[in-house]
């Protein structure tokens, strides 16, 4: 082979290489690892405990079949987007403390539903002690987190948290609400199985056949700003509501 | 109290302003102001002349404030409402239901600035269209907007129902056999009583609806077709809000709107020695 044949070989190669880079690079790969393990249902934050009122939904009979379950999970959806995505996405667009804390008060404020705003502030805690552990590589959620417990002056809200700890991570504020509309409706499927309503391939089943639906969701309600929150299924917050009511209960909320 | 009115794409103008302040030991209007389309009628007296209150009612020209029109070029009617609660004071916002017709566009905002010793008694509540005409839930837009601030503008209840026709679920859907939507703000020291009486009764009346589960839970999933208690007519729940909980908010969904009346009268009713009257009596 002639030196310059050898010599276009290789340009070609580091072209190849470059252009492999531009799309993934080393950084977003390792990012992938603490992506997945962000939205892995293993990671102890107790979201286990609470059904987003699908407990209290059935109990009160406005979920009684199969159909029922598809559409509640939807109405939760549509609510959980139109409600807490502008938190997720303000705080993962201005991942520093100053601007979670404005946001963790508005939502304080705007969880009007005692038993909806008591399970957001118990997840958001957890979420964070338990990311305060692991990410050690940003040492400002153990500070803020330090600064902030003792007080009293902050209810450390789910939404606001996942989307600082995402915004933390690099992740794009797309991914984080894409990722938060995900682990919302994990939860409530989980919660689904755990009531008996239905088993668990079943769920999986029906986690795939919503998906679309939820990624619809999403871009209905994505990127806007936390003046514009606005709750839009009343039936769900009623009921939801409604939690503290039962008589027996295998669910936070 | 200060109303505002507008189309939007037009200027905002203040269309009536309404000042009630303690003269001579009595609460007593000292301004009262309102154009076209909107009119504000301070009546003599509404109920016992030993109660010191003052009523006023409000009326839009062109139907009513609680009836909206079809929306043209879909513009949105819309309504602002800012008041300020003084000290001690006491207002109380208690309008018949919103009711929307078929493909209206409708916005409110109503926003109260408060000291932690003020008191408000908020019903914000809309049915769903003339039941009449078959109409149900067919509007195209419904958005209503509460807010509460402390002294210093700091957020003390922020909510906001939206109510839209959506390609993936009709609002007559999400809405199932309901026909009416409330919600109930109670707040403030003096009407602590009332809170804990509306707490209380709201959960009894509640916790009659919830079956204790049974081992063969797993069996309801089949037998959806099987004739069984039937959802509650009037479904309700009570959160506390608010430092030290100063404020309650009861949300109701009901199949008939008399229903409604029956429980705002029944819950309000203790507030007749401040009022004069019983609301909604």
């Known amino acids: ?253 | 109290m200060s109303g505002k009115g507008g189309e939007r794409g037009e200027r905002k103008m203040e269309t009536g302003i309404a000042a009630v302040e303690k003269v001579g030991g009595r609460s007593t209007v000292t301004r009262c102001f309102s154009k076209y389309p909107l009119k504000l009628i301070v009546p003599n007296k509404v109920g016992s002349s030993k109660t010191d209150a003052v009523w006023i009612y409000t009326l839009s020209y062109g139907g009513g404030i609680v009836s909206v029109y079809k929306s043209v070029d879909s513009k949105c009617s819309e309504q602002v409402l800012e008041a300020r609660i003084g000290r001690n004071a006491l207002l109380a916002v208690i309008p018949d239901p919103v009711t929307c017709f078929s493909t209206a566009r409708y916005s409110q905002k109503q926003v109260f600035r408060v000291f932690s010793d003020s008191n408000l008694v908020i019903v914000d509540w809309i049915t769903s269209g003339r039941h009449e005409s078959g109409e149900k839930w067919e509007f195209e837009l419904y958005r209503s907007t509460n807010q509460i601030f402390l002294e210093e503008d700091q957020p003390l209840f922020l909510d906001s129902v939206l109510l839209e026709q959506a390609s993936t679920c009709s609002i007559a859907e999400r809405m199932q056999e309901y026909h009416v939507i409330a919600m109930v703000i109670i707040l403030g020291p003096m009407l602590k009583h009332v809170q804990n009486q509306v707490q209380d009764e709201v959960k009894k009346m509640m916790s009659r609806h919830f079956r204790v589960p049974t081992p063969t839970a797993g069996h309801y999933m089949r037998s959806e077709s099987q004739s069984g208690p039937t959802r509650p007519a009037l479904v309700a729940s009570c959160s506390a809000f608010g430092p030290q909980a100063i404020g309650v908010v009861v949300r109701i969904a009901a199949v008939t709107t008399e229903s409604v009346y029956m429980f705002l009268r029944h819950h309000l009713a203790t507030l007749e020695p401040f009022l004069g009257v019983i609301p909604y009596g």
């Open chain 1, 1 to 253: 082979m002639s030196e310059q044949t050898q010599n276009c070989l290789m340009d070609c190669d580091m072209e190849e290489m470059s252009a492999d880079n531009v799309k993934t690079s080393p950084a977003d790969h390792l990012q992938q690892w603490s992506q997945w393990q962000l939205l892995d249902s293993i990671l102890p934050t107790g979201g286990f405990a609470h059904s987003s009122g699908l407990e209290a939904a059935v109990q009160a009979r406005f979920v009684v079949g199969p159909e029922d379950l598809k559409f509640y999970i939807i109405q939760v959806l549509e609510n959980t987007g139109s409600l807490l995505l502008p938190y997720v996405y303000c705080a993962s667009k201005f991942p520093d403390v100053e601007s979670w804390f404005k946001l963790d008060r508005l939502l304080e404020a705007t969880l009007t539903n005692e038993v909806s705003r008591k399970a957001s502030a118990s997840q958001g805690s957890a979420l964070l002690r338990v990311a305060a552990s692991i990410y050690v590589e940003i040492p400002s959620l153990k500070q803020m987190r330090d600064t902030y417990l003792g007080s009293g002056a902050a209810s450390f809200h789910h939404a606001p948290i996942f989307g600082l700890i995402c915004g933390l991570l690099g992740f794009d504020s797309s991914t984080s609400q894409r990722a938060y509309m995900f682990i919302t409706m994990r939860d409530v499927v989980s919660a689904a199985t755990r009531l008996n309503l239905i088993g668990p391939l079943g769920a999986s089943v029906l986690q795939h056949q919503i998906a679309h639906v939820a990624e619809q969701m999403t871009k209905k309600w994505m990127d806007r700003p936390v003046e514009e929150a606005s709750q839009t299924s009343p039936l769900v917050d009623i009921v939801q509501g409604c939690h503290g009511y039962l008589f027996s209960r295998l669910f936070c909320s």
